[in-house]
């Protein structure tokens, strides 16, 4: 063996790809004066190509709840808390509020605006079903976006996962721009989400549509897709009350 | 709004990642519940510590990273009760005798739970994930040196192991590394 024997960390680098050209041809040149280096790191390059294909997905367990059968609790409700937190620190960041705001405003039912950390406490209810209420009493264009971007990743996410999540998303007062017809700002956006995600429901409120229709003067029309529920306040009271997780937007 | 967008960005980007976060622990682990509920822990943390991100060309390491201190949280919460390392492989996963290949993928996968949890992490990041070793050493939170020397030692046992675990018989994994270059 000879002095010049490159070490086994720089063989390993050299199969590795870590050099540079030059430091590569270097070692290059040691390996190919030595047939038995050479087949030192021919083994080498064996050995990496049968770990990457004792782990390739196909030979993985698909799912480790399915492996071991018992469901954890934890696990299911990771992804959809990640999606609300997300969804929240949106709707505070990005559609103008913030605590405070969140703090201050008057209850629609019984619980507060949900916040950021509403996600963890959600993460840690056991037996808590996968259900958003996602109330919208005031929004502009560019935050309804936010909003439908966010309804989107958190149905992405859950779908990832393999959760069946439910939202359902109330329009009413001044916020009923989103889902008339002859205002929506993303109609087809709208469209589209509802026929991808069947656990998504966009409602809107009976008593706003009547208000704007006598203020106006005239039939408003509410978007196809969309639903009227005859109040926005009772649902969101309604579906709280059935254990739906509550998010003031 | 760029911000947003950026992060939305990002929280696709992990999603994305879950692949290949399984893969690797499921290497580390060699436990499918185990495995899935330290990508979904490392998920969860990743996607609400997004905005503390300093380098977006970083994220997988970072992700990487997450799910190793994730990891290492639960060898510690387990050290007194299990040894990670004398957990045997699961039955289910050891597709044993019913092909070449599938036998292969069951020696490799013992080989790989013999090595200690320090040499088989470094392995699978760098032969699963392909990541460079600045990339490992940032993951694991070691010098770019020890990485290179756990890696030298790894694959050394690793060789040694599948050589021995058919003593007296020609193991297929060395007949396909022998017979591969010759």
């Known amino acids: 063996m000879s002095d010049l024997r490159p070490s086994d960390e720089i063989l390993n680098a050299f199969v590795d790809g870590q050099f540079s050209p030059e430091d590569r041809l270097v070692t290059l040149k040691s390996i190919a004066g030595d047939e038995g280096l050479s087949r030192e790191v021919c083994d080498m390059v064996q050995l990496k190509e049968l770990v990457a294909m004792a782990y390739r997905p196909e030979f993985l367990p698909e799912t480790g709840r399915e492996h071991h059968g018992a469901p954890d609790s934890r696990g299911p409700w990771w992804a959809v808390a990640a999606g609300v937190a997300v969804l929240a620190l949106g709707a505070m960041v990005f559609l103008g509020l913030d605590r405070d705001r969140i703090a201050g405003d008057p209850p629609i039912a019984a619980g507060d605006a949900v916040t950021a950390d509403a996600g963890h406490d959600l993460a840690a209810a056991p037996g808590h079903d996968q259900r958003v209420l996602l109330h919208v009493t005031e929004i502009d264009s560019a935050s309804a976006k936010v909003l439908l971007d966010d309804v989107e990743f958190m149905f992405e996410t859950a779908l990832l996962n393999g959760q069946d999540l439910q939202v359902q998303m109330v329009v009413h007062g001044i916020a009923m721009d989103l889902v008339r017809a002859d205002l929506a700002p993303f109609p087809e956006r709208m469209r589209t989400l509802v026929s991808t995600y069947p656990g998504l429901r966009i409602t809107a409120c009976g008593q706003s549509l009547a208000r704007h229709a006598r203020e106006e003067g005239r039939v408003i029309e509410l978007l196809p897709w969309v639903q009227e529920v005859e109040s926005g306040v009772h649902e969101a009271a309604r579906r709280q009350a059935e254990g739906w997780t509550y998010i003031r937007v | ?182």
């Not at chain 2, 992990?14 to 580390?28: E, G, I, K």
């Not at chain 2, 957990?87 to 790989?112: F, K, W």
Request: glycine share 2%; charged share 30%; aromatic share 6%.
């Open chain 2, 1 to 182: 709004m760029a911000t947003w967008l950026a992060q939305r960005r990002l929280r696709q980007q992990v999603c994305d990642m879950r692949p290949q976060l399984y893969r690797t622990a499921y290497a580390w682990c060699h436990d499918a519940a185990l495995a899935d509920d330290l990508v979904q822990e490392a998920m969860m943390k990743a996607l609400t510590r997004l905005k503390t991100l300093q380098d977006e060309a970083a994220l997988k390491a970072w992700v990487f990273r997450i799910m190793t201190n994730c990891y290492r949280d639960w060898g510690r919460r387990q050290k007194d009760t299990v040894d990670v390392d004398s957990l045997e492989l699961p039955c289910d996963d050891c597709p044993e005798s019913q092909t070449e290949r599938n036998r292969i993928v069951a020696e490799v996968r013992r080989a790989m739970m013999q090595l200690s949890e320090d040499h088989r992490q470094v392995v699978s990041l760098v032969d699963l994930e392909g990541f460079a070793y600045s990339e490992v050493s940032e993951v694991l939170d070691v010098p770019i040196g020890t990485v290179m020397s756990r890696l030298s030692r790894a694959r050394a046992h690793l060789r040694k192991l599948l050589l021995e675990q058919r003593p007296g018989k020609p193991s297929p994994v060395l007949t396909l590394v022998t017979t591969a270059h010759e």
